[in-house]
């Protein structure tokens, strides 16, 4: 709580660096782990990717053990029977024949109740389906790649798409563990829960990206300090986004699911809300760490991190663990957008001369206009 | 030269705030962005006085208020054309049930057929997936009242020998109310009373058992000869083909009684019936026919000559089709999942205005008047391409929206966020707004774009609720930068320009200026010095 209230009052309370090594390893178990139960206990694929037939009987007085009876004398004994709200039958078996699959549903409406959702599944549909899905999947992961590329840079590319992927083994992984259905509306879980993702990464890497342009030139500071500054500055972002993102699928979970018995929107409300949850994280700390590791390794940064590390040694105190974090004075002074603008990319240059009073928020005098 | 000031002017802090016009207002800030305000605003409440004005309502799709959706699959290999004349068969059926807005489309390997709240679910199962077979019936008569008591009572136009087994009441034709003879009725061995395909004259035929089935029929084509279009009919050969043909025709060319001549006719009529409908009924002018020398003529335009030897070439449907996957839902369902969907979109929205009102007070209301901007003109697209396109808004579109809705938020949240930013970083209020617009913009853009790109895939590579979920989501993006552009950001310019934003930061959720307090003190003191 005393943490939300400094990052609300914009301060920088939060260590992201130091946080980042315990978090990559939590992450790497849970996709460990995720991973290992999709190959282990793998999916409970629904129906429109097995195919077969599933059949919702209102039937408020009859039984499991009824409708196992009328199944068996139906000639599916195989069938899968439960009980939803107390009125709803759901009945699924994989007879995938049309015709078979009529003649049960005309027994369960004389022997059972009303049939009043009915669905038969042919083998082939589920396969299609899942190959579009997969190929559309690879087109975006490509498209996509190549769009961060362009509009950020590579190297932001790369940790987007972990962090993209980081969110979705878990979210298969979530549908794993607990045995939920996958159906077609689960696959549109999944594409929103990248969607987020993308974009709260995407919205994390322009702020760094503001920050880096702002702040870089004066070599003060290291790229992972830079990146401690924006993540902290954007983190109160990221928390309200998620909170009202979360709060319609949460309306969807509870009134939905809950109160008017949409049996289908529960576990999809579920997925959504893992991924909103897992999204943000992901973004604060996963995609910017790996880019953290990935641009200190540049020659420009790794000299900076040297000479910052020598300067801070001299300071004493070196024993004190942590990320140095930049004040806001420190963070307004330094700003260097009104300086002429220095060619990326090359070594450290010669310091600027920097002021020693800070006279004018360490904006320089603006050049009197001439007359016209 | 620069313009001479004649007359002191008061200072911003002396100028009282009540006399500031909206002269004042429009001159504070750049004509252009209170342009795009008033047009945004005229805009969405045009879009949604027209939605109402023209009754546009969106269309529901199957989940959400019931129905039947069948996706037939192609047993082999088909044609383009093929699946193109299968999908027209089965529009002419459906439209026999009073389906207000049947989906029936092609797919790559067969056809889908989406009947939403259709009430007679079992007959639209029945229709959709058999095959009809194409039957040749002699024809006994055709009349033009609605519904005769028996055929002896003269309304019919002759009816002779065995079809004189209807007029003598030995046999009674299975009619419905509205006069034709309903489809579980149609049996071959039957007599069967039956409309004209296409007619609006309300012809009735009152026909004879099946004396020959489609199987009969090896090929059909238009032709045109002696400056007309007919149809050219080839037969197989053997009994099933030209000789079972042949036999039929000399009935009715001599008028046997099985095949009378109609008054004003000097041969016999045999009806070629499909799907319960009379495709053709011509007059056997020869007794005897070569198997691939059989013409149909009847003052055919092009498209009709087309659409008989269609008929006639494929039967009942081109290609023999498999349900693959069928899908009912019952009308209350239906109902309660679109009421879930609703209930849960409102309680929703209203705890997300809550919270973002409560954290950002007026800039909140902004940021909400901003959605209800673009909600207005989601719901004017939504309405319109329902009524003009038949597109449905289903369970999955719902979904996408409430999605989307996290997103536009977002666009808020982030330009409020670096206004902040920037008022903590000692700028005033009034600047950090000028400053913040574009870059949280940017920002905002980059991200909708990967959004953007997402939906664009999804709608071009996969079928089905995932499409439908991307069309929702692409559109709702689109809208959300649209009302970003053209109305969060000039409004916040609006309030910028009031003294009000300048002397109440808190009530806009935003710091006291210059939260940056060691150097705003330094500041002032020197450079008034």
Redesign the interface.
């Given at each position: 709580m005393k943490t939300l209230r400094a990052l609300y009052?914009?301060e920088s309370p939060v260590d992201f660096p130091l946080l980042w090594r315990p978090a990559v390893t939590v992450s790497v178990v849970a996709v460990v782990l995720g991973l290992l139960s999709f190959v282990v206990l793998g999916l409970n694929l629904g129906l429109?990717f097995e195919g077969g037939t599933s059949y919702?009987v209102r039937a408020p007085d009859a039984s499991v053990a009824d409708a196992r009876e009328l199944m068996a004398d139906l000639g599916a004994p195989e069938a899968r029977i439960q009980l939803v709200d107390d009125d709803l039958v759901l009945v699924r078996s994989d007879v995938q024949d049309?015709a078979r699959?009529?003649e049960i549903r005309d027994g369960l409406v004389t022997g059972l109740g009303?049939?009043?959702?009915?669905?038969?599944?042919?083998p082939?549909?589920g396969d299609?389906?899942t190959d579009?899905?997969v190929?559309?999947l690879v087109?975006?992961f490509i498209?996509?790649a190549m769009?961060?590329a362009v509009?950020?840079e590579w190297k932001m590319a790369v940790g987007a798409l972990v962090a993209v992927a980081h969110d979705i083994v878990l979210s298969v992984g979530v549908y794993s563990v607990f045995r939920f259905e996958i159906t077609?509306?689960t696959?549109?879980?999944f594409?929103?829960i990248?969607?987020?993702s993308?974009?709260?990464t995407?919205?994390v890497y322009?702020?760094v990206r503001?920050i880096v342009g702002r702040l870089g030139a004066t070599e003060r500071y290291t790229y992972s300090e830079l990146m401690n500054l924006a993540l902290n500055?954007?983190a109160?972002?990221s928390i309200?986004?998620s909170?009202?993102?979360?709060?319609?699928?949460?309306?969807?979970l509870?009134?939905?699911?809950v109160i008017?018995?949409?049996a289908?929107?529960r576990e999809?409300a579920v997925a959504?809300l893992v991924g909103?949850a897992v999204g943000s994280y992901s973004s604060l700390f996963l995609a910017s760490s790996l880019v953290s590791v990935l641009k200190e390794r540049e020659e420009r940064w790794s000299q900076i991190a040297v000479k910052v590390r020598n300067r801070t040694a001299d300071d004493a105190d070196g024993s004190k663990k942590g990320t140095r974090t930049i004040e806001?004075?420190d963070?307004?002074?330094a700003?260097t957008r009104a300086a002429p603008r220095r060619a990326p990319g090359g070594g450290p240059a010669k310091r600027r001369p920097t002021m020693t009073a800070?006279?004018?928020?360490g904006v320089p005098p603006r050049p009197r206009k001439k007359k016209? | 030269m620069r313009p001479v000031l004649t007359r002191p002017v008061a200072t911003r802090a002396e100028r009282p705030y009540r006399h500031r016009t909206l002269r004042h207002l429009a001159t504070d800030m750049p004509r252009r962005q209170l342009a795009y305000l008033l047009g945004i605003v005229i805009l969405s409440v045009l879009g949604s006085t027209m939605t109402v004005v023209w009754g546009n309502e969106p269309l529901l799709g199957l989940d959400l208020q019931g129905g039947v959706s069948v996706r037939l699959a192609a047993t082999e290999p088909a044609t383009e054309e093929m699946l193109d004349q299968t999908v027209s068969i089965i529009r002419d059926r459906v439209d026999g049930l009073g389906v207000a807005e049947p989906e029936i489309s092609r797919t790559e390997t067969g056809v889908l057929v989406s009947l939403p709240g259709v009430d007679d679910q079992e007959r639209a199962l029945s229709l959709v997936g058999t095959t009809a077979e194409l039957r040749f019936r002699p024809v006994c008569g055709v009349t033009t009242t609605v519904r005769p008591e028996t055929a002896a009572s003269g309304s019919w136009s002759g009816v002779h020998a065995m079809c004189s087994e209807v007029g003598s009441g030995a046999v009674v034709p299975a009619i419905g109310a509205d006069g034709y003879t309903a489809p579980e009725d149609d049996l071959a061995d039957h007599f069967v009373v039956l409309g004209l395909r296409g007619d609006t004259a309300g012809q009735r035929y009152l026909l004879g058992p099946s004396v020959l089935t489609g199987e009969a029929i090896a090929d059909a084509n238009p032709l045109f000869i002696d400056y007309q279009w007919q149809v050219g009919l080839d037969l197989h050969q053997g009994q099933v083909g030209v000789d079972g043909f042949n036999q039929v025709a000399t009935r009715c060319y001599v008028g046997d009684p099985s095949c009378p001549r109609l008054e004003g006719l000097t041969n016999g009529r045999l009806a070629i019936v499909l799907d319960g409908q009379v495709v053709t009924a011509p007059s056997i002018r020869a007794p005897e026919f070569q198997h691939d020398a059989i013409l149909i003529s009847g003052g055919f335009e092009k498209a009709e000559a087309d659409d008989v030897s269609l008929s006639l070439r494929y039967g009942a449907l081109p290609v023999e089709l498999e349900p693959e996957n069928t899908r009912v839902v019952s009308a209350t369902i239906g109902e309660d999942s679109l009421r879930a969907g609703v209930v849960a979109g409102l309680i929703g929205m209203l705890l997300v205005a809550l919270f973002i009102v409560a954290y950002y007070r007026i800039l909140g209301l902004v940021a909400l008047a901003s959605l209800g901007i673009s909600g207005a003109l989601l719901w004017a697209i939504i309405a319109h391409l329902g009524t003009q396109s038949g597109l449905a808004l289903t369970l999955a579109g719902i979904t996408g929206m409430i999605v989307a809705v996290g997103v536009s938020v977002d666009s808020n949240v982030v330009y409020f966020e670096h206004l902040k930013e920037d008022v903590r970083d000692g700028r005033t209020a009034r600047s950090s707004v000028d400053r913040a617009f574009p870059i949280a913009f940017s920002t905002i853009v980059k991200a909708d774009l990967a959004s953007l790109i997402g939906a664009g895939l999804l709608w071009a590579l996969t079928v089905g609720a995932v499409r439908g979920f991307a069309l929702y989501l692409g559109l709702a993006t689109i809208l959300d930068l649209v009302a970003t552009y053209f109305f969060m950001g000039p409004m916040v310019r609006l309030l910028a320009t009031t003294r009000w934003f300048a002397d109440h930061p808190e009530r806009f959720g935003l710091p006291a200026s210059g939260a940056v307090p060691a150097r705003r003190g330094e500041v002032p003191s020197e450079v008034g010095a």
């Open positions: 009052r914009g429109d919702e049309p699959a009529l009303p049939v009043v959702a009915f669905e038969q599944v042919g082939t549909w299609e389906v579009k899905a190929k559309a087109v975006f498209v996509v769009y961060i509009r950020l077609p509306a696959v549109v879980a594409l929103t990248m969607g987020y993308l974009y709260d995407i919205v322009d702020k503001e500055r954007v109160m972002r309200n986004t909170v009202t993102s979360a709060i319609p699928v949460l309306s969807m509870v009134v939905g699911s008017l018995g949409a289908t929107l999809f959504l909103i806001r004075s963070a307004v002074g700003d800070p006279t004018g928020g016209r | -």
